[in-house]
């Protein structure tokens, strides 16, 4: 049974195609392309072809088996009320600007009506960059209206957008992430009797149902501001406005290319995408759940009607690699005879061969271009290719402990929270932090490391295991942890008792420095830092899967690493750990690109002099701003990219020559985030096949 089935990524698609021969499959979804999945398990003829010899051979076997198959389709219709769609007139050219007119013209218009009870508002973004920034936008001109200035915000709302500061909302650092210690009563969530909540994947369980509770007894309206998680998954109620920016982010391998200059990057990247008809659909149907509602579709109608009936499948705009290691480790070699629910072209597979080839996965001298022994090993692993490759190198370099513990935290999203509330000052042209915004980043910094982001995380999980008492919840959970807190504690004072008797300052002061005194709690301990719980949690159980898996013998479906798994080189060698890091992303490379200075002494930005002010100038550029020190030419596909603002390594002057990273952001520019600076004469040494010299 496959509930809430929203869209068809690569491991639904495998599944699928293993899950042939089974009797009963139950399938349920609001936006599932229905006759894709009646044509898939009524049969080959009713496919569209991927070539003759495939679809000939295939249906042969399928026509000459005994089993038979049948596909009934139940339709449930929804109760809904009404909801009326409205549309611009002419495409908006800053979807976060027209959410914020729509959202202060329905607070304006709509509160004379007396009856706000259920008049909240539901508002649909990308990600979570931009509803923050509309979030700190939306408390301002709040602000604004509970201060009296009624007759400024109008005239904010009827602003020429020629004459409105052009921002880059994707590149703003600016209200990014959530208050740890939000709350419905959090004064700085509720301006002029409006409760601003938002809602993402990434936030914590209990700061998402935040957003779904009544609201308190001193708030009128409610504007809630979500992703995408909100069009199946999450309903709210009383909600009766709906404002749909008609985008979402999404993962994309061909957007993995720079329009500024370069080529592919052979990596996936998160770009800001149309949504489709379904998800409109969708979306739209929020405001009519307990009465009749309006939509404001932030794009003209014009634009809908040209928008796809559906979303594109997954698979079909993602990195095949792991989906093809993990079919030939089922010793299923040629990817293009498996069953896919919607079939891959030829050429990502192709592209997934390739990238398994450059890892060392695949023979490619075998016409089949089986797996090697790395490959199979790697296929052991449930990882990306990439880092399955990364964690095999880590035995080499006797850090297997600290590399699983980077790709455990890896794996989890999130993992700081960055507080908004920054205000920009005219005169500065830079951004003041708010206390809560300086405390999260003075706690962040003491984890931060040199060498870059992976080191960063390894540092948090280190601190985090050391400092906090944290028990999974099938080990006793939070009563567990209440009961060793206590433990500790009698036990430390007891110690210091015996201390005092013997007169020992030294001693005690030892003993207070010892490695498991004063811990405090997981949830305390991550409030305390800024740190997000779930994505420690997350960590937790993925390091503890990997290293069951490494440890475990062969016979039983492990790696036979045994007592390996617990080395670490974090305290003896470092160069160790961070060549470790080339070795597995040597593939996600990138050099930085110097200014160009011609032999007169100017340069293709002016002088060297004026090069020099300008660098001291930017020392600690803003977001809005280029740095020159931190633009990278990566060495796969020559693209030119820039360190994330989130990034340990962004603003670093001078800039390291070299670094790995591991993810793309595409957005009016694009960039590396997990960014950790390598030795660029580590490649050949490395990947010797791979950087010739």
Same mark, same amino acid.
């Given at each position: 049974?496959? &509930?809430?089935?929203? %869209?068809?990524? $690569?491991?639904?698609?495998? *599944?699928? !195609?293993?899950?042939?021969?089974? +009797?009963? @499959?139950?399938?349920?979804?609001?936006?599932?392309?229905?006759?894709?999945?009646?044509?898939?398990?009524?049969?080959?003829?009713?496919?569209?072809?991927?070539?003759?010899?495939?679809?000939?051979?295939?249906?042969?076997?399928?026509?000459?088996?005994?089993?038979?198959?049948?596909?009934?389709?139940?339709?449930?219709?929804?109760?809904?009320?009404?909801?009326?769609?409205?549309?611009?007139?002419?495409?908006?050219?800053?979807?976060?600007?027209?959410?914020?007119?729509?959202?202060?013209?329905?607070?304006?218009?709509?509160?004379? &009506?007396?009856?706000? %009870?259920?008049? $909240?508002?539901?508002?649909? *973004?990308? !990600?979570?960059?931009?509803?923050? +920034?509309? @979030?700190?936008?939306?408390?301002?001109?709040?602000?604004?209206?509970?201060?009296?200035?009624?007759?400024?915000?109008?005239?904010?709302?009827?602003?020429?957008?020629?004459?409105?500061?052009?921002?880059?909302?994707?590149?703003?650092?600016?209200?990014?992430?959530?208050?740890?210690?939000?709350?419905?009563?959090?004064?700085?969530?509720?301006?002029?009797?409006?409760?601003?909540?938002?809602?993402?994947?990434?936030?914590?369980?209990?700061?998402?149902?935040?957003?779904?509770?009544?609201?308190?007894?001193?708030?009128?309206?409610?504007?809630?501001?979500?992703?995408?998680?909100?069009?199946?998954?999450?309903?709210?109620?009383?909600?009766?406005?709906?404002?749909?920016?008609?985008?979402?982010?999404?993962?994309?391998?061909?957007?993995?290319?720079?329009?500024?200059?370069?080529?592919?990057?052979?990596?996936?990247?998160?770009?800001?995408?149309?949504?489709?008809?379904?998800?409109?659909?969708?979306?739209?149907?929020?405001?009519?759940?307990?009465?009749?509602?309006?939509?404001?579709?932030?794009?003209?109608?014009?634009?809908?009607?040209?928008?796809?009936?559906?979303?594109?499948?997954?698979?079909?705009?993602?990195?095949?690699?792991?989906?093809?290691?993990?079919?030939?480790?089922?010793?299923?070699?040629?990817?293009?005879?498996?069953?896919?629910?919607?079939?891959?072209?030829?050429?990502?597979?192709?592209?997934?061969?390739?990238?398994?080839?450059?890892?060392?996965?695949?023979?490619?001298?075998?016409?089949?271009?089986?797996?090697?022994?790395?490959?199979?090993?790697?296929?052991?692993?449930?990882?990306?290719?990439?880092?399955?490759?990364?964690?095999?190198?880590?035995?080499?370099?006797?850090?297997?402990?600290?590399?699983?513990?980077?790709?455990?935290?890896?794996?989890?999203?999130?993992?700081?929270?960055?507080?908004?509330?920054?205000?920009?000052?005219?005169?500065?042209?830079?951004?003041?932090?708010?206390?809560?915004?300086?405390?999260?980043?003075?706690?962040?910094?003491?984890?931060?490391?040199?060498?870059?982001?992976?080191?960063?995380?390894?540092?948090?999980?280190?601190?985090?295991?050391?400092?906090?008492?944290?028990?999974?919840?099938?080990?006793?959970?939070?009563?567990?942890?209440?009961?060793?807190?206590?433990?500790?504690?009698?036990?430390?004072?007891?110690?210091?008792?015996?201390?005092?008797?013997?007169?020992?300052?030294?001693?005690?002061?030892?003993?207070?420095?010892?490695?498991?005194?004063?811990?405090?709690?997981?949830?305390?301990?991550?409030?305390?830092?800024?740190?997000?719980?779930?994505?420690?949690?997350?960590?937790?159980?993925?390091?503890?899967?990997?290293?069951?898996?490494?440890?475990?013998?062969?016979?039983?479906?492990?790696?036979?690493?045994?007592?390996?798994?617990?080395?670490?080189?974090?305290?003896?060698?470092?160069?160790?750990?961070?060549?470790?890091?080339?070795?597995?992303?040597?593939?996600?490379?990138?050099?930085?690109?110097?200014?160009?200075?011609?032999?007169?002494?100017?340069?293709?930005?002016?002088?060297?002099?004026?090069?020099?002010?300008?660098?001291?100038?930017?020392?600690?550029?803003?977001?809005?701003?280029?740095?020159?020190?931190?633009?990278?030419?990566?060495?796969?596909?020559?693209?030119?990219?820039?360190?994330?603002?989130?990034?340990?390594?962004?603003?670093?002057?001078?800039?390291?020559?070299?670094?790995?990273?591991?993810?793309?952001?595409?957005?009016?520019?694009?960039?590396?985030?997990?960014?950790?600076?390598?030795?660029?004469?580590?490649?050949?040494?490395?990947?010797?096949?791979?950087?010739?010299?």
């Amino acid at each position: 049974m496959d &509930d809430e089935h929203a %869209e068809e990524n $690569d491991f639904f698609q495998s *599944l699928k !195609g293993m899950c042939t021969d089974i +009797n009963n @499959s139950i399938v349920m979804s609001a936006t599932l392309d229905v006759q894709s999945f009646e044509t898939f398990f009524l049969g080959y003829d009713k496919k569209p072809p991927l070539s003759s010899q495939i679809v000939e051979a295939a249906t042969h076997e399928k026509k000459s088996s005994s089993n038979s198959f049948s596909c009934e389709t139940i339709q449930i219709p929804g109760r809904q009320y009404d909801v009326q769609i409205l549309y611009t007139d002419e495409p908006v050219s800053d979807y976060i600007e027209a959410s914020l007119n729509t959202i202060l013209q329905l607070l304006l218009n709509s509160s004379n &009506d007396g009856d706000t %009870e259920n008049d $909240d508002i539901l508002v649909f *973004l990308p !990600g979570q960059e931009e509803i923050e +920034n509309l @979030s700190s936008l939306l408390k301002y001109h709040l602000g604004l209206l509970a201060a009296g200035s009624k007759s400024q915000l109008e005239q904010t709302l009827l602003m020429d957008d020629e004459h409105c500061e052009e921002n880059d909302c994707f590149q703003s650092l600016k209200g990014m992430g959530t208050d740890i210690n939000n709350s419905l009563h959090d004064e700085n969530s509720i301006t002029n009797a409006v409760l601003i909540c938002v809602l993402y994947a990434s936030l914590p369980p209990e700061q998402q149902l935040l957003a779904l509770e009544l609201k308190p007894n001193n708030v009128e309206r409610k504007v809630i501001l979500e992703t995408n998680i909100a069009e199946t998954s999450v309903t709210s109620s009383r909600i009766r406005y709906v404002v749909d920016a008609g985008k979402v982010k999404i993962r994309d391998f061909c957007a993995s290319t720079n329009d500024n200059g370069g080529g592919v990057t052979g990596m996936e990247s998160l770009i800001v995408s149309n949504i489709s008809k379904a998800q409109a659909s969708q979306r739209s149907g929020r405001a009519g759940r307990v009465q009749s509602g309006y939509c404001f579709r932030l794009y003209p109608e014009i634009a809908y009607d040209a928008l796809p009936k559906l979303s594109t499948p997954e698979i079909l705009r993602v990195d095949l690699a792991q989906a093809v290691l993990q079919l030939k480790g089922m010793e299923i070699n040629d990817a293009r005879k498996f069953d896919f629910l919607t079939p891959p072209t030829s050429h990502r597979l192709l592209k997934a061969l390739e990238l398994l080839y450059a890892l060392g996965a695949v023979d490619a001298n075998d016409e089949e271009m089986k797996l090697t022994a790395h490959g199979k090993c790697m296929a052991r692993l449930p990882l990306d290719p990439v880092y399955s490759h990364l964690l095999l190198q880590s035995r080499k370099y006797d850090c297997v402990s600290d590399i699983v513990t980077t790709v455990a935290m890896l794996s989890a999203e999130n993992v700081f929270y960055r507080p908004g509330g920054g205000k920009q000052t005219e005169e500065e042209g830079d951004t003041q932090m708010s206390s809560v915004a300086a405390k999260a980043f003075a706690a962040h910094k003491r984890f931060a490391s040199y060498e870059g982001d992976l080191p960063t995380l390894l540092s948090i999980y280190n601190a985090w295991e050391r400092e906090a008492i944290y028990v999974p919840p099938n080990a006793g959970g939070r009563k567990a942890e209440l009961k060793r807190l206590k433990q500790e504690q009698r036990y430390q004072q007891q110690e210091m008792k015996k201390q005092d008797m013997m007169q020992n300052a030294n001693s005690r002061m030892k003993k207070r420095d010892g490695g498991k005194m004063n811990r405090i709690l997981h949830g305390e301990w991550c409030r305390r830092n800024f740190i997000s719980g779930r994505a420690l949690v997350k960590a937790y159980n993925v390091r503890d899967q990997l290293s069951d898996i490494l440890s475990r013998d062969l016979h039983n479906h492990g790696m036979g690493w045994g007592d390996d798994v617990t080395k670490s080189c974090e305290t003896a060698d470092r160069e160790l750990y961070l060549k470790c890091i080339c070795a597995g992303l040597f593939l996600q490379c990138a050099s930085r690109v110097d200014n160009e200075v011609n032999t007169n002494g100017k340069g293709r930005n002016g002088s060297i002099s004026s090069i020099q002010r300008r660098r001291s100038h930017n020392k600690n550029i803003g977001v809005g701003g280029q740095n020159v020190m931190g633009r990278y030419e990566t060495k796969v596909g020559r693209a030119n990219v820039s360190v994330h603002p989130t990034s340990t390594m962004f603003g670093r002057n001078p800039a390291p020559k070299c670094v790995v990273y591991t993810e793309l952001l595409v957005t009016k520019k694009t960039y590396i985030r997990g960014v950790t600076q390598v030795k660029e004469c580590w490649l050949a040494d490395v990947a010797p096949n791979f950087f010739k010299s």
